[in-house]
C-alpha cells in the first residue's frame, strides 16, 4: 500500500536534506506550539481534581472532616463550596464531645494566624498544629520534597511559603521568633491552594 508514497518520500527527503534550515524552521513553528499547547493541557487536567477524587488526600484515612463556620450552612448542592449566614449563639463542640456524639476517634485539627521570622526578613502565614505522621492522617500530607518532620523543631511549608526562600534546610523562627524551626518538607495537594501555610508538630508550642 506504500507503494504509491514512495516516490513522495523520496522527493521529501531530498527536499529536507537540500534545504534544512527552512525544514527545521517548519519544523519549529509546528512542534513547538503544538508542544506547548499538550504541556498546558497536561498541566490543567493534572490540577483539576474533583472533589471525589481529593477526598484522600483531605481527609486521609478518617471517615469525614467537621469545622465550626460560626452560623447555619448553606451547602451548594452542584459544586464544592457553601457560605455561612448569621451568627452562632452556641459555643462550637469540642472534640471530646464529638467524640462522645459519633462514638469514633475525632482528631483536633487546630489552625493559628503566626509570624515567620528569617534572615531576610518577616511574613505571615497561617499554621497548621498537628503531627502529620499521625497514622488516621497518612495521606493527607503529601510531601513533593524533603521529608516528614520527626521533631517538634521540624516543619513542613506550602510550596507557595517555599517560594520566599524557605525551601527544605531553613531556618526559620515562628511566634516573632520565639519559636524556632527548620524546614525539612514541602507539601503539595490539598494543601497546593492554601497559601503561605506551615504545618508544625504540637510540641513546639504554636
Excluded at 447555619?72 to 449563639?89: C, E, H, I, R
Excluded at 459555643?91 to 475525632?106: D, I, N
Aim: glycine share 10%; proline share 7%.
Amino acid at each position: 500500500m506504500l507503494t504509491g508514497w514512495r516516490p513522495a518520500l523520496r522527493i521529501a527527503r531530498r527536499d529536507v536534506l537540500r534545504s534544512r534550515g527552512r525544514s527545521a524552521l517548519v519544523v519549529a513553528m509546528v512542534g513547538l506550539p503544538v508542544a506547548l499547547v499538550t504541556t498546558l493541557a497536561t498541566l490543567y487536567v493534572t490540577n483539576d481534581v474533583s472533589p471525589v477524587e481529593s477526598i484522600p488526600s483531605r481527609l486521609g484515612a478518617t471517615a469525614a472532616a467537621l469545622s465550626n463556620g460560626g452560623g447555619a450552612v448553606l451547602q451548594d448542592p452542584t459544586m464544592n463550596s457553601q457560605s455561612f449566614v448569621g451568627t452562632s449563639t452556641t459555643a462550637p463542640l469540642t472534640a471530646p464531645q464529638l467524640q462522645h456524639l459519633t462514638g469514633g476517634t475525632v482528631i483536633d485539627l487546630p489552625s493559628t494566624g503566626t509570624s515567620i521570622r528569617t534572615a531576610r526578613g518577616s511574613l505571615s502565614a497561617e499554621a497548621v498544629v498537628i503531627d502529620p505522621l499521625t497514622p488516621a492522617l497518612v495521606g493527607a500530607f503529601t510531601v513533593v520534597q524533603g521529608r516528614m518532620p520527626r521533631a517538634d523543631t521540624e516543619v513542613l511549608v506550602t510550596r507557595q511559603l517555599a517560594a520566599h526562600d524557605l525551601g527544605v534546610g531553613s531556618a526559620i523562627a515562628l511566634q516573632d521568633g520565639a519559636r524556632p524551626a527548620t524546614v525539612v518538607g514541602v507539601i503539595g495537594t490539598p494543601y497546593a491552594a492554601a497559601g503561605d501555610l506551615v504545618v508544625a508538630r504540637p510540641g513546639l508550642g504554636l
